[in-house]
């Protein structure tokens, strides 16, 4: 792959990983976020497959195919069940609105831009300058998390996370060794399933799939 | 070329592209209107109906509400005046249009904006409550468009080191991988949410609304009549061609003239003219399937582009 | 070998409990097998003291000091915990609150909670270390939610939802360790093994570091149940039966801080001791305070323990900052020590919610004079938590001030004297008023069964004896602290 169009399309993925993580603060309908959360995923599984192609490396190629498939198809699809099954799927009413919890991420961009500077300054490639994307993602996720009240909301915020820290790894090190990456991926898919699993649990007991509802443990 | 010579040039480029812009914009909203019927299953009016109405209008009787001061009056015609400015120096048809070292983007924003505050002005003006509210909603959907449009033109100006509006054409058509840089996207889909908000298209107003009480846009207009109303939506329709024809040269800039000559300017217009009409059928397709956003939820859509303007900035800064 | 027999052995019990319909015999099986663990990480601890480490699998597993000794710490309380759970078992099965089905998932789910630990100790790639770690928090997620009630669903929704985050925090600083390790020099097959990260940690990037140990300290951190992250561990370790308390409480927080004590050794190469020790300092004063503050107030006697385990964790945390071999020796010891009384303390705490059936501190009363067994079991083992002699956390309470003072943390040894001061006197009022005074008359005196209180006295028993002599364990001790000190 020449020069320019790897670049190009390099921070074209990263950028749409990006937008994607913005989505997730910006749409209340919890259906077009897990819609978002999927694009993201095969935006991630297209990173790690154009630096497997610049490198040669057939193994980052595979790792590439299983992103996509994991994070692109299986994992939303989950989510999406779990959404059809709840009638109120819509973050009414987040902790913070939504204008200001987008300026927070716009903020949490600067921030990630900010404390990267070491990591930026080791890695001088194409690759090395996108790697704060991926940090604005995984606060961006953790941002997420903590602002909103749906249980799935939640898990959306928790894979954002997620794919941050694994842009994040593609970017700076190509990937680390197979086996750990095996083990990443397929425990990020038991815990997305543990939660599936909670989450169906507590629709029968509670009824909603409310965070403001498990209020009954506290000091 | 003598500098007689290319002063003439320069005025015929100019008035080609204000002839384009305002014809061209009236028959824009014409076909707008016949895609919204058709996908709405009527027939739906002619494509030069706008055209005609504006004539018509034309031949009417001037009038003027009692209280209302000159500035009611003047509110169109700095509308006009602006739009026919913006029209002349931009590179709509050409890389190098007249007064091209003049046509900063932001300079170019804010004589745009100049028209619409001077609308909102005049509707004030009247003095009736629904002049106010149009103005006073108009203002604040404004308000919070212009800072992601600054913004947005900030994205764009880093990597090409300026924001001169022909020069950014001009590096779009020889580096057409500039366009695919996030930063540009990003900026370019912020602009896509600017332009629905302040041509007043849906999902932020509804352009055909008869209900007094949704309007934005059209509540600043219910007093004018006549001359002044043809005026204005004359003017309204050269800034969304504008709006539009700024997009699509800067997202596609492929048949734009580059070098000079009557033959490439008309192919110039004529690509605009295509490009254009796209967007303009894209955009009413749209507005078939969306439905209005209450008002209260205007600033969360308006907040994302502003997000997206800034993540293209900072990605502009950064990535180079 | 050895290595590998102690991941398989536990392991396989749980293939048996997964495949065989429950019954007691199961129950015992596994319990068998976490013996077995604990006889091999004697044996193995015996190898490696004096000699070279054990590695299996080309390096995948390596087992050295510090290794062994925490397959000693989860071999002993695993043995505690898996004897209790058969009574459990027992229990709920009679009481029709879990069917056959979920008594053999249960025992399932424990058999690879403690395979899972086991591999996260004696791997010797970080990675691997990761990946069990891991498995761990998605295991124990459906351990905590055993018992299916309103408050079990949402501890077990808290536990993974946050420790989640803080795995991920963990896996980035991993991450950016490789990232730095993949950049020294002319080092080309950098890897993810903690021998060779050793080898090369005086040339890691020290600005890539710095945000490396920073996220491994918030993530591992969060496992641990360090404050600010510590919110998951009241309701988690409140909500879970009692025997899965003991193994998370005992053991699991002390298998993640096993992992940020490796970590710590490579930071403390790349960086030297000032950044790692100021981040455990100040996470673990700030842990020490929070359940100090928190103690107080507490009216449910589960959750009293668990911000108990912050305070411990607390203190091993500013322990470990020490670093000296002095302390993080104190360290281990106070590991092994806070294990087993805090084991006890929760198998104790289990039998009295079967027979009490509330666990609230103001509905229980007079144990010592109903429940003789009981209560002085949990009289003692109360004793032993609060680090008064003859129990060993007392000498390794003492040896970490020491080591403290050594290094200039005088201050921060103070500041956690006061808190413990604090813990002291509200754990007291809170024991004192669940322990003594008069029984309402007539009722007669329960017995409690040997089988029961055995393994609990001896446990103390145990803790007891490593209080006076240290004989058994002080060679394994120096050896392991030698391998992370500084």
Sequence with gaps: MNGPAYASTLELMSGVILVCAVVTLWRRSLSAVVKALAIQGFALGAVALILGIRQHDAVLIVVACLVMASKGVVIPTLLGRVVASDPSSREATPIVNVPASLVGAAALTFLAYGATQPVVALIPTTAGRLVPLGFATLLIGFFSMVVRRKAISQIVGLLLVDNGIALVAFLATAGVPLLVELGASLDVLLAVVVLRVLAAQMWSKFGVLDLDQLRELRD | ?320 | ?486
């Design chain 2, 1 to 320: 070329m003598t500098g007689f010579q290319n002063v003439v040039a320069a005025g015929l480029v100019a008035g080609a592209q204000i002839v384009t812009v305002s014809v061209g914009g009236l028959l824009l909203v014409g076909v707008m209107r016949k895609v919204r019927s058709h996908l709405e299953g009527r027939v739906g009016p002619p494509i030069h109906q706008p055209l005609l109405d504006v004539r018509k209008l034309f031949t009417k009787q001037r009038m003027h509400p009692e209280q209302a001061s000159w500035v009611f009056g003047a509110g169109p015609v700095v509308l006009v005046a602006t739009a026919v400015v913006v029209a002349a120096i931009s590179p709509l048809a050409t890389t190098r249009p007249p007064l091209g070292r003049s046509a900063d983007f932001f300079a170019i924003v804010f004589v745009l904006l100049l028209g619409s505050v001077s609308l909102a002005l005049g509707a004030l003006d009247t003095g009736t409550p629904f002049g106010g509210m149009g103005s006073s909603r108009a203002m604040t959907i404004g308000a919070l468009a212009e800072p992601a449009l600054l913004v947005a033109i900030l994205a764009m100006s880093i990597p090409a080191h300026t924001s001169n509006l022909p020069v950014l054409v001009r590096m779009g058509l020889a580096h057409p991988e500039m366009i695919a840089s996030p930063a540009r996207i990003l900026a370019l889909g912020s602009f896509v949410v600017i332009i629905l908000a302040e041509s007043g298209r849906l999902p932020i107003d509804n352009p055909s609304t008869h209900l007094e009480l949704t309007m934005i846009h059209e509540a600043m207009l219910l007093e004018y009549a006549g001359p002044d109303l043809g005026l204005v939506t004359l003017g309204e329709s050269m800034r969304l061609t504008l709006l539009l024809g700024l997009l699509v040269n800067l997202l596609v800039p492929w048949g734009v003239a580059d070098r000079p000559g009557a033959v490439s300017i008309v192919i110039g217009l004529g690509a605009l003219a295509g490009k254009v009409a796209l967007a303009g059928i894209a955009i009413a397709t749209f507005e078939v399937f969306t439905a209005k956003l209450r008002l209260f939820r205007v600033p969360e859509l308006l907040a994302g582009g502003f997000v997206l303007a800034v993540l293209g900035a900072v990605t502009a800064l950064v990535v180079r």
């Design chain 3, 1 to 486: 070998m050895l290595a590998l027999v102690v991941l398989a052995v536990p392991f396989g019990a749980g293939v048996a409990s997964a495949v065989a319909p429950w019954r007691r015999w199961v129950g015992w099986l596994c319990t068998a097998s976490i013996g077995a663990v604990l006889v091999c990480g004697v044996g193995l601890a015996v190898r490696v003291v004096h000699g070279p480490p054990v590695t299996a699998f080309g390096g995948v597993l390596r087992v050295d000091a510090l290794s062994a000794f925490m397959v000693i710490v989860i071999g002993a309380i695993g043995v505690l915990a898996t004897w209790q759970s058969v009574r459990y078992l027992d229990a709920e099965l009679v009481a029709g609150r879990c069917s056959q089905r979920h008594a053999s998932l249960y025992s399932m789910l424990v058999q690879g909670f403690v395979t899972a630990m086991l591999l996260a100790v004696v791997a010797g790639n970080v990675g691997v270390m990761w990946v069990a770690v891991e498995a761990t928090t998605i295991i124990t997620t459906f351990l905590v939610g055993h018992r299916r009630t309103r408050g079990s669903l949402e501890a077990s929704w808290k536990y993974i939802a946050i420790c989640s985050v803080g795995i991920a925090m963990a896996f980035l600083g991993t991450v950016l360790v490789y990232l730095a390790a993949l950049h020294v020099g002319h080092h080309e097959h950098a890897n993810l093994d903690w021998t060779s990260l050793m080898a090369v940690s005086h040339h890691l990037d020290p600005g890539v570091m710095r945000l490396a140990i920073a996220l491994l300290v918030l993530g591992y951190g969060t496992k641990v149940g360090l404050a600010p992250m510590h919110s998951w561990l009241p309701d988690a370790h409140s909500q879970a039966p009692a025997p899965i308390s003991a193994l998370m409480s005992g053991v699991l927080l002390t298998v993640a801080f096993y992992a940020l004590l490796r970590f710590k050794a490579i930071a403390d190469g790349a960086l030297g001791v000032a950044l790692p020790r100021a981040l455990l300092v100040a996470v673990g004063l700030l842990s020490l305070v929070v359940a100090a503050s928190l103690l107080l107030s507490q009216r449910d006697y589960k959750r009293m323990l668990a911000y108990h385990s912050v305070e411990h964790m607390g203190l091993i945390a500013l322990g470990a900052a020490a670093g000296t071999r002095l302390a993080i020796a104190a360290v281990l010891l106070h590991i092994l020590g806070h294990g087993l009384a805090k084991g006890v303390l929760f198998l104790t705490s289990g039998e009295i919610l079967l027979a009490e059936g509330t666990t609230e501190i103001a509905q229980v009363k007079a144990l010592l004079a109903r429940r003789p067994a009981l209560g002085g079991v949990f009289a003692f083992g109360l004793v032993a938590l609060l680090g008064l002699p003859p129990f060993s956390l007392f000498v390794s309470e003492l040896n970490m001030v020491r080591a403290e003072t050594q290094v200039g943390l005088g201050w921060a040894a103070a500041i956690s004297l006061v808190c413990m001061a604090v813990i002291f006197g509200a754990v007291m009022s809170h024991g004192r008023h669940m322990l003594f005074g008069a029984g309402p008359d007539g009722e007669q005196v329960h017995k409690t069964p040997a089988i029961v209180t055995a393994p609990l006295i001896g446990a103390l028993i145990g803790c007891a004896i490593l209080g006076v002599l240290a004989w058994p364990l002080a060679g394994l001790l120096r050896a392991a602290a030698q391998v992370v000190a500084t």
